[in-house]
Each structure stands twice: as structure tokens, then as C-alpha cells.
């Protein structure tokens, strides 16, 4: 098991120097001189030559491409990832609270998203092709289907201002996690709890549980181990959903003044602000690959057969 | 499948009505004397000698020697000003009873090390002539300074009103003495304190108890970062923000039926300013393969253009139809003009008579085998700007006019006017205070309009009288000058004008004292007070 980990986390190094250089390298297509673009958006009204010529040598952008990403790797390697060219912050005051602040989101979410669709999941299994399985089928499917945009403004709507009970926006507190957490949330239990459902199902046909109804276990007994059976299905779809929040939260932001990752990435890649996407780019890699990895492991330690194939 | 449907039909219903049955409910104002406004972005860095922060928020927190009203320049922290006779040296008397926020006497030294400061940079000012033109800054004695220029510059004291560079911040802010590697602190003289910044979330502006001019009555300002406008129309139906208006960023963060909504819920009221800007289609006279360059066929689209329709439709009234380049309230603005009101057959006949000829089964005139094809370009963040193309879209078409539309970054635009990349693009003059000098002079730089311009006919002749207008102590030639080059742009049909903007204010009812400054930019927070 332990070689197992470590061989993973070898593969994870190369990988990130493969996305942080192609990262790099598709900025550096872009057709745009990148000092004019810096300046404009540091909306200097108007750019003369000199200036575009003292900016690429502040930022050493006059250098050779691949002299440039050495720089970056080498001060990156050292935790320096210079400061945006916007804000004229180091990238980590930025970066960092911005992480914090989706990171809270993910997690929070990924507790609803695990919880509300174990437990549809299994209700509607239980009740399969009867009023309530029906019923629970259609409003998720409805609520994945919507825009998380709408959403987000209808939740608003009807939970701010009509009923006034939450803030519309904005971090305050531990009631203004409840409509992004409600809205990320809402999208992906449509789609993982018919995970759980149909794995359940399939279960349900299996021999164990008719051994289990013979020899006169309760339904209960017979349900709880089904459902063990049933997550093994789920770890590796629940971990990945992590990362995903993480990256994919861009709308669920805008629409609440979250001031996360995705809010930060958006302006950074409209402005190009260079140090600010190399990070992000960076940090959701590395997310991505973290759980990916913690999914294999907790997949190898509940099946030995895949341990035992790799 | 039947139930499904009818379920999902249902449950929309549910939805409808709950949102319809609950009763409106929106918070009192119960501090009167604070204001939140929504703001797309964060302030960003507040740095006044540098320009990425928010200029309203700068506008709260630094002030200029000298303020632009509509009655002209005024004093503010120069008392008195005297102007040599040969017009090069500007020597200002400045206010005894100021000091910064950090508790810093302002006098003549602060004021020489803020302009060395912006000097040092000189690069990063150039839009602004005044830096080119500046020689030294003296200290004459505790409160007078003396401003020599390298020769005369009609717009000196226009330029020094403006919000930025040439304000004032405290000297124990700066960096090794200077400010264009950043600064410690943001302490100016203004009505408002910043006194409290989380970054991309809100910013904190607090009334200046020592304000040399009287308090301000209003005592906190909330920038709250708002980057969906959705939210920011709940967020006011609602009260955690009762203050909106079109700032510097994100210019109409909430729609115009979004403030409609609001004002006849009877809690707020909309102020306009008057006419600020002018929103306008740029002409690439410069590129010579493109009909663009073409007078004839800039006119026939200044005339296919319905500007009432655009202005009564799209804007809702809220922008003013515009006739030329600037509106007559621009200073040198007053001159007469050739009107050109919507007419399609006036617009068919100059085609006609310039070679463009229609074949009867093809929709697109044609001459000497090219098509009259061209591109237009609109910011794809701004949703009046793509209805207005898709309206001239089919207005060009009526006249044998192929019009591809090409929504880009705002960027990505700017980039094509200085690289000349382009047919048609949208845009809008710098504005009050800014107009007629700053845009004019734009004609003559490559990032803005050079290649606008390039195609007007003696066009070397043109650049030479815009320089002119800048340097002349003659204040009648300058107006024959302004009006010259304002005639000509105008005959040339360059930029072809679609409405004027303004600033709009959405305020709570009981709000009094709001007015506008000659800046489509900053707005006079130190005036408003509660009822």
C-alpha cells in the first residue's frame, strides 16, 4: 500500500511541471504584446512605445520564452510567485484567502452533496418506481437542469428579500454559507444520487440479499448492507467532486460576491494577469490530482482486488 | 412521461405563486447616514499617481489644487492662483487649514513631492499633456508653490482638476520617496477616509471628521463588490445596499427595466446628470482596403443609422439621440454642423452615386467587383452595445450594406483601434472635463485614433492644428481652431455619433443634495445628506 502511495506521488511531479509549462505556453500564443496588455489593464489611458518597452524589462517580458518559465519555475519553487500585475499584490495574498474562501464552499457543499444523496439515494432505491422515487426523481432532475444562475437569483429572491431570513450575498457569516452551499449543492445531488440509486438497485438483485431475506435478517440489516456495497461506487465519484467544485464554482461566485477562486480567476484571465492564472491554474491542478490519488487509495483499501492488480 | 410533465408544470406554478403571494417587504433605512452602493469591481489599488483603483472611490479620498465646475476652474486646496504673463508659470497660494489623513500638515513641500512624485513616472501619464509639459515645481515659501512649464499649455489648471495624477497623498505614504512602485497607505485630504479594505469583497469609507470644507454629513460609505448585477437589483429591493450608480467599472451594473422596478416600488429615486459623454461608432478612414475609408460610404451608414429608435428602444430613453462627436454643452463644442438625420434613400443615393450598385438578385452592392462588406466589433460585455449592432445590422442591410458583427473582450477591442485591426468599432469619448482636449488629442495617438484618422485628406495639415489648440495663448484662434478640426471630423464622417451618455444615480427617496461634477467618473458624496 505504501509503495502504492508513493508511486502516485511521484507521477503527481511531472505532471505539474507538464500543466504549469503548458500553461505557460499558451499565454505566451497569445498574439497580443503582453506588456500592453498588462498596462491596459492597469488602465494606463494611453500607451507609448517607451512605456511598453521599461514594462518588458521591469517584468524581464523581453526575455526568451523559455528563459521566462525558468524564472517562474525556479522563484516558484522558492513559494515566490510574484505579484499580480494588477492589483500589485504578491499572487499569495490574492491567491490564498481567494483558495480559502472556495475551499470553505467546497467542503461545506461536498458535506450536503454526500449526505442528501446517500439519503435520496437510498430512499428512492427502497421505494423503487413507487410515487416518492417518482417524485424525487423529477424535482432533482428539474433543479440539476437549471442554470445555477437562475437559481442562484430565484434562492435569493425568495429566501432574502421575500422571506427575508439570509443575506442575498457576500461572507458574513455562517448564514450567508447557506444559499451557495444550497445552489452548488442542489446541482450535483441530481446527478450523484442516481448513482447511489442505481448501484443500490443492482444490489438488490444480487444473491447475498436474497440469502440475507431467507435466513431472516431485517430489512434493515439487509439495507445497510447494500448500501456498504453501494459506496464503493460512490468514493471515487465524491472525491472527484471536490476538485470540480473548486474549479467550477465561476458562476455560484458571481452570483453570491463570493469572493473565491473563480471570481479572482475570471478577472485574472480577462485581464491576463499572468502570475494570478499560473497559480490558479496551479492550485486546481494539484486539487485535481490530490483527489484523484485519495480516491484510488480509498478504492484499493475497500477492494483488495485492485491493490492486488497493481 | 405525461406525469412527469405535469408534475414538473406543477411545481414551476408552486414557485410562481410563492414568489407572487409573499408580500414586499423592504428594509427601512435605519442608518441615516450611511450609504452602500454596488460596485462591479473592487477598488483595487488606491494608489492616486497610478490608475488602477476606482476612480469614484479615489475621488472620496484625494483632492487637486484646483476644482473643474460648471462655471469653470474653482479653488480647492489653492486658495489663489497667478498665471505669468507669457503663460508658462502658474504660481498657486494654497489653503492654510489642511492636513492629510494621517494627521500631516498639506503645504507647498507636500505638494512638490506629489508632483516629483507623478514626474518620476512620467511614462505611465502621457495621456495627460500637462506631464510633458511640466519643467519644475518650486516651494516658494510654506504655502505657495510655483508650476514652470516648457512652453504654454492652454489646459493646465483643466488638467490639474482631474482625479488623477495630480492629487494629493501624504508624503509618509510614499516608498523611498516616491509612488510608482507602490505606496504604504492611502491618506489623503478629501471628504472620506478609507479605513477598512478586504479586497474583491467591500471597502470602507468613513467621513473625514477634520474636513477643511465641514464635515461631510453622510459618516460611512460601503463599496460593496457586486459583480452580478441580478444580485445587485435583490440586494437593493432587500436594503443591504440602498446606493447604485454608473461608475468608472462595470458602467449599467443594474438594466434599466431593473431600476424602473425599483423606483416605482416607491423606496428609491433616479437622478440623471446631465448629457457626459458621446457613445459613437469609430470609422477606420486609415485602412485603405476597407470601404471604411471610404467618405461615401461613412456617410450613407451615419445616415442608415436610426438613432431615435436606438435612444427610445434600447435605452429606454435614458441616452439622448446624439448629432456629432461631442455634444454642444463641450467646451468649443458650440460650432454648426452639417445635420444628418435618418434618411435610407439619402443613404442609398450616396452609394449609388458613389459606384456601389445593387444587382437585382444579390442583396450587397458591389463595386469594381468587391463587395460593401465590413466588420463591426462591440464589447461582448455590454448588452446595449450588441442590441445596438444587431439593430444597425439590419438597418445597413436595407442600404446594400453587409455588416459582420464581432463581439470581443473590451481588451481585445482596444487592441485592434491601436493596431488599426478593423472596419467599425464602438466607443465613447472621454467625457465632460475631458472633452474636447484629452479626445481631440487622442486623434494624434496611436493607441486611440490615429488610424481613425489617417484617412482624412491632408491629414498631416489636421495633426498640426489639433497641436495647435493645445499650445496657442490665443484664446480666439483656439476656437477657430477647435472649430476647424471639429468641422472637419465631422464632414468626414469618422465618428458617427448614436447617443449621449450620462451618469445615473439610484438613491434612497429620502436622499437630498445629490449632485454631479463636471467628471463622469467621481460623484460629490460630501453633498448628499438624509432627510
Redesign the interface.
Known amino acids: 500500500m505504501g509503495a502504492y502511495i508513493a508511486r502516485r506521488i511521484l507521477i503527481t511531479l511531472p505532471l505539474l511541471l507538464a500543466v504549469s509549462f503548458l500553461t505557460f505556453l499558451l499565454i505566451s500564443f497569445s498574439p ?1 504584446e503582453p506588456a ?2 498588462i498596462l ?9 512605445d ?2 511598453i518597452e ?1 514594462t518588458n524589462e521591469e517584468l524581464g517580458l523581453d526575455k526568451p520564452f523559455i528563459i521566462q518559465y525558468f524564472h517562474w519555475l525556479i522563484s516558484s519553487l522558492q513559494l515566490d510567485f510574484g505579484n499580480s500585475y ?4 504578491p499572487v499569495w495574498n ?1 491567491v490564498g ?2 483558495f480559502i474562501n472556495t475551499f470553505k464552499l467546497t467542503v461545506a457543499s461536498t458535506i450536503v452533496i454526500i449526505i442528501f444523496s446517500v439519503l435520496i439515494g437510498v430512499i428512492c432505491a427502497v421505494n423503487e418506481r413507487k410515487m416518492v422515487d ?2 424525487m426523481r ?2 432533482l432532475f ?1 433543479f440539476t437542469a437549471t442554470p445555477s ?1 437562475l437559481l ?3 434562492c ?3 429566501f ?5 431570513l439570509l ?5 458574513e457569516g455562517v448564514e450567508s454559507y447557506i444559499l451557495p452551499v444550497l445552489v452548488t449543492s442542489l446541482g450535483y445531488i441530481g446527478i450523484y444520487f442516481r448513482n447511489i440509486r442505481s448501484a443500490m438497485i443492482n444490489n438488490l438483485n444480487e444473491d447475498y440479499v436474497l440469502y440475507g431475506r431467507a435466513s431472516g435478517l431485517s430489512e434493515y440489516t439487509i439495507t445497510w448492507h447494500i448500501l456498504r456495497n453501494s459506496l464503493q461506487v460512490a468514493v471515487s465519484i465524491f472525491c472527484m467532486a471536490i476538485p470540480l467544485i473548486l474549479g467550477g464554482t465561476v458562476v455560484i ?5 463570493w ?1 473565491g477562486l473563480g ?2 480567476s475570471i ?1 485574472a484571465i ?3 494577469d499572468f502570475p494570478i492564472i499560473q497559480a490558479y491554474v496551479l492550485i486546481v491542478a494539484v486539487a485535481f490530482v490530490i483527489f484523484n490519488m485519495i480516491s484510488d487509495i480509498l478504492n484499493a483499501m475497500l477492494n483488495p482486488r485492485i491493490r492486488n492488480d497493481s | 412521461m405525461f406525469i412527469k410533465l405535469k408534475t414538473m408544470f406543477f411545481m414551476l406554478a408552486a414557485i410562481t405563486i410563492l414568489a407572487g403571494c409573499t408580500s414586499t417587504k423592504v428594509e427601512d433605512n435605519k442608518n441615516t447616514d450611511e450609504l452602500v452602493y454596488a460596485t462591479v469591481k473592487d477598488i483595487n489599488d488606491m494608489n492616486p499617481h497610478l490608475y488602477p483603483g476606482s476612480m469614484s472611490a479615489q475621488g472620496m479620498v484625494y483632492e487637486s489644487l484646483v476644482e473643474n465646475t460648471e462655471e469653470g476652474i474653482k479653488p480647492l486646496l489653492a486658495e489663489s492662483w497667478e498665471i505669468s504673463e507669457d503663460g508658462t508659470e502658474y504660481t498657486f497660494h494654497l489653503r492654510k487649514d489642511v492636513t492629510f489623513h494621517d494627521g500631516e500638515h498639506f503645504n507647498a513641500k507636500a505638494v512638490k513631492q506629489n508632483f516629483e512624485a507623478v514626474q518620476n513616472n512620467k511614462e505611465k501619464h502621457a495621456w495627460i499633456k500637462l506631464s510633458d509639459k511640466i519643467k519644475s515645481i518650486e516651494e516658494v515659501d510654506e504655502y505657495t508653490v510655483k508650476l514652470t512649464l516648457f512652453e504654454v499649455y492652454y489646459p493646465t489648471l483643466v488638467e490639474l482638476s482631474m482625479t488623477r495624477p495630480y492629487v494629493f497623498l501624504s508624503p509618509n505614504d510614499f516608498k523611498n520617496g516616491e509612488t510608482k512602485d507602490g505606496v504604504n497607505g492611502f491618506h489623503g485630504t478629501g471628504p472620506f477616509k478609507l479605513t477598512e479594505h478586504k479586497v474583491d469583497q467591500y471597502a470602507v469609507f468613513e467621513a473625514n471628521e477634520d474636513y477643511w470644507a465641514g464635515v461631510p454629513k453622510i459618516k460611512k460609505i460601503t463599496a460593496k463588490v457586486l459583480p452580478a448585477g441580478e444580485t445587485t437589483l435583490l440586494a437593493m429591493q432587500k436594503g443591504e445596499v440602498n446606493f447604485a450608480f454608473t461608475d468608472d467599472r462595470g458602467a449599467d451594473s443594474i438594466n434599466i427595466e431593473g431600476i424602473n422596478q425599483l423606483v416605482q416600488a416607491g423606496d428609491y429615486q433616479l437622478t440623471r446628470s446631465k448629457q457626459m459623454n458621446t457613445k459613437m461608432i469609430v470609422a477606420n478612414s486609415g485602412k485603405s482596403e476597407s470601404p471604411a475609408s471610404e467618405k461615401n460610404v461613412r456617410e450613407a451608414i451615419w445616415y442608415a443609422i436610426d438613432r431615435e429608435t436606438i435612444s427610445r428602444d434600447i435605452f429606454e430613453g435614458a441616452e439622448t439621440v446624439a448629432n456629432s462627436l461631442f455634444s454642444i454643452n463641450v467646451n468649443y463644442a458650440d460650432v454648426s454642423l452639417k445635420e444628418r438625420n435618418y434618411d435610407i434613400a439619402r443613404a442609398k443615393e450616396i452609394l449609388e452615386n458613389a459606384g456601389w450598385t445593387i444587382s437585382s438578385q444579390d442583396s450587397v452592392r458591389e463595386k469594381g467587383g468587391k463587395k460593401l462588406e465590413m466588420k463591426l466589433y462591440y464589447d461582448s460585455n455590454s448588452p446595449s452595445q450588441k442590441a445596438q449592432a444587431e439593430f444597425i445590422q439590419g438597418s445597413l442591410k436595407e442600404v446594400g450594406i453587409n455588416l459582420e458583427l464581432n463581439g470581443e473582450e473590451s481588451t481585445s477591442i482596444a487592441n485592434r483601434r491601436a493596431t488599426g485591426d478593423y472596419d467599425l468599432l464602438f466607443n465613447q469619448t472621454w467625457g465632460l472635463a475631458y472633452d474636447p482636449q484629452s479626445t481631440v488629442a487622442a486623434f494624434t495617438s496611436e493607441a486611440s485614433y490615429l488610424h481613425a484618422t489617417k484617412g482624412i485628406p491632408d491629414a498631416e495639415q489636421f495633426y498640426k492644428k489639433i497641436e495647435e489648440t493645445l499650445t496657442t495663448i490665443d484664446e480666439e484662434k483656439r476656437k477657430l481652431l477647435y472649430e476647424d478640426i471639429l468641422k472637419t471630423v465631422h464632414d468626414e464622417a469618422i465618428f458617427i455619433p448614436i447617443t449621449n451618455g450620462n451618469v445615473t444615480v439610484v438613491a434612497p427617496k429620502n436622499l437630498k443634495g445629490i449632485s454631479f461634477k463636471q467628471t463622469q467618473y467621481e460623484l460629490p458624496f460630501e453633498k448628499m445628506y438624509f432627510e
Open positions: 497580443v500592453e496588455v491596459r489593464a492597469q488602465e494606463v489611458p494611453l500607451i507609448t517607451e512605456l521599461r494588477v492589483k500589485n499584490e490574492l484567502p481567494a417518482r417524485w423529477t424535482i428539474v444562475y442562484g437569483a430565484v435569493i429572491y425568495l432574502s428579500v421575500k422571506l427575508d443575506p442575498t450575498s457576500g461572507m461566485e458571481n452570483v453570491f460576491a469572493p471570481s479572482l478577472g480577462l485581464n491576463r
